[in-house]
């Protein structure tokens, strides 16, 4: 199993920029990718972005195209989001999870981080 840890939430102002840090560790060979994924109160959690290991493909959220931009560095298994121009909806915990190899399926996550835009 690949085991993930998130880091780099915090409280920021309407405008301002962030980057979460998600590291993997354990079967990372199993791992096609990192998804982001963020959950709001009292709403249902969203996909945010992903990124493929082995080509660096990346796909995005129309709500976020244009103002969070996800990376990968593969020799330290970790992947990034960069937020910026951040809005108070952008308010959430963020997870990544790691999708298996070969499929669409995201089979563990991480503890998530809180991230808090304000007005």
């Known amino acids: 199993q690949v085991q993930l840890v998130e880091s780099g939430g915090g409280l920021v102002q309407t405008g301002g920029s962030l980057t979460l840090s998600c590291a993997a560790s354990?079967?990372?060979?199993?791992?096609?990718?990192i998804g982001w994924f963020r959950q709001a109160p009292g709403k249902e959690r969203e996909f945010v972005a992903a990124?493929?290991?082995?080509?660096?493909?990346?796909d995005y959220a129309d709500s976020v195209k244009g103002r969070f931009t996800i990376s990968r560095d593969n020799a330290k298994n970790t992947v990034y989001l960069q937020l910026n121009s951040l809005k108070p909806e952008d308010t959430a915990v963020y997870y990544c999870?790691?999708?298996?190899?070969?499929?669409?399926?995201?089979?563990?996550w991480g503890q998530g981080t809180q991230v808090t835009v304000s007005s």
């Open positions: 999870a790691n999708r298996v190899r070969g499929t669409w399926d995201y089979d563990s």
């Open positions: 990124i493929s290991w082995s080509v660096g493909r990346t």
């Open positions: 354990g079967r990372t060979f199993s791992s096609g990718g």
